[in-house]
């Protein structure tokens, strides 16, 4: 079996021996081809998962310089101390020198916080990331503080889809298309020259009937174009999290069949499991970014510095308000 197949069952067969499971599971793991099933059999299995995700997880990072690198978190259910609780799995994706995307490493964490992202991206350093001139994410808590600490020199990329829906809030519902489509043009431009002009025009355009939007615009504006230092034969790659949202679609395509998982050590081992799986095919494929291009984008100079740590972290809070 597949890694991942061979992490599901074990979660779920773990889930049905620890007596946290209900009927559904106890119908899946019938699904699953589970008649008799041990303790030791299922602890067997585990051990041998556990061991092919940690290794995966702790393995050097030398396939750098890993000059874009996409950061995501994902809540999973687990049951802790005798109740449910949420935890967020921290995933981060590079490009490789070679162009191929590569899953870089995952932790479990309790909360979504500056702690969280700074104790994982030291955690990355520490196995060779380097190189990083750009981070892609959405806006998430902490995040830009925990990136000027541990990557300097890299820069910030707002994800353009999650920022329409946040911009979509601070407007009627009525206006949303006008709106998005005004800001979907910044992003049709063939330079970065025109992409700053046309945020511009966009903001002045919003000024005079929705002013909280045009604020908000003009708010994150630095780091909703930081693509546009990079050449436009990158930009789609880089200007949003989508190739990230694909990838947590194929994690939540497995987690949903376990629910509630019976403790961290499970979440590690199944969306482990999927992610190693995803790299490895990734390895298999084609390039993500072609070579040449990759070389024009570690060639571009750096962006404009767009603050100090503290001005990002006011924004960020801001704009997500």
Not at 91 to 116: F, K, M, N
Not at 187 to 213: N, T
């Amino acid at each position: 079996r597949r890694r991942a197949e061979q992490a599901l069952v074990s979660v779920v067969a773990t889930s049905y021996l620890l007596g946290v499971s209900t009927r559904r599971v106890e119908k899946l793991v019938g699904q699953l081809g589970i008649t008799q099933l041990s303790k030791s059999q299922v602890s067997e299995m585990a051990k041998s998962l556990d061991q092919q995700v940690e290794a995966f997880r702790s393995r050097p990072l030398d396939e750098g310089p890993y000059s874009f690198v996409w950061l995501d978190a994902l809540t999973q259910k687990v049951r802790e101390h005798g109740r449910t609780q949420l935890v967020h799995a921290l995933i981060a994706v590079g490009v490789t020198a070679d162009g191929q995307r590569e899953v870089l490493g995952l932790e479990v964490v309790s909360g979504e916080d500056g702690a969280g992202w700074l104790g994982f991206l030291r955690s990355l350093v520490a196995r060779g990331l380097s190189g990083v001139a750009l981070v892609i994410s959405d806006a998430h808590q902490g995040l830009v503080s925990a990136v000027e600490a541990t990557l300097p020199g890299s820069s910030w990329q707002r994800c353009r889809t999650h920022y329409a829906r946040n911009l979509a809030c601070q407007i009627p519902k009525s206006a949303q298309p006008w709106v998005l489509t005004l800001l979907r043009t910044v992003f049709d431009q063939p330079d970065a020259a025109s992409v700053h002009a046309q945020a511009d025009r966009v903001i002045d355009g919003l000024e005079a009937k929705f002013p909280a939007a045009a604020a908000h615009l003009d708010h994150a504006r630095a780091d909703l174009l930081a693509f546009a230092a990079f050449p436009r034969e990158v930009w789609r790659q880089i200007w949003s999290n989508n190739p990230q949202e694909r990838l947590n679609k194929e994690i939540r395509r497995r987690t949903d069949v376990v629910g509630i998982f019976p403790d961290r050590a499970a979440v590690v081992r199944l969306v482990g499991a999927v992610l190693a799986e995803q790299t490895d095919e990734w390895t298999e494929g084609r390039r993500y970014i072609g070579l040449d291009a990759l070389t024009k984008a570690r060639a571009a100079p750096a962006p404009p510095e767009a603050g100090t740590v503290e001005q990002e972290v006011m924004t960020t809070t801001a704009i997500t308000a």
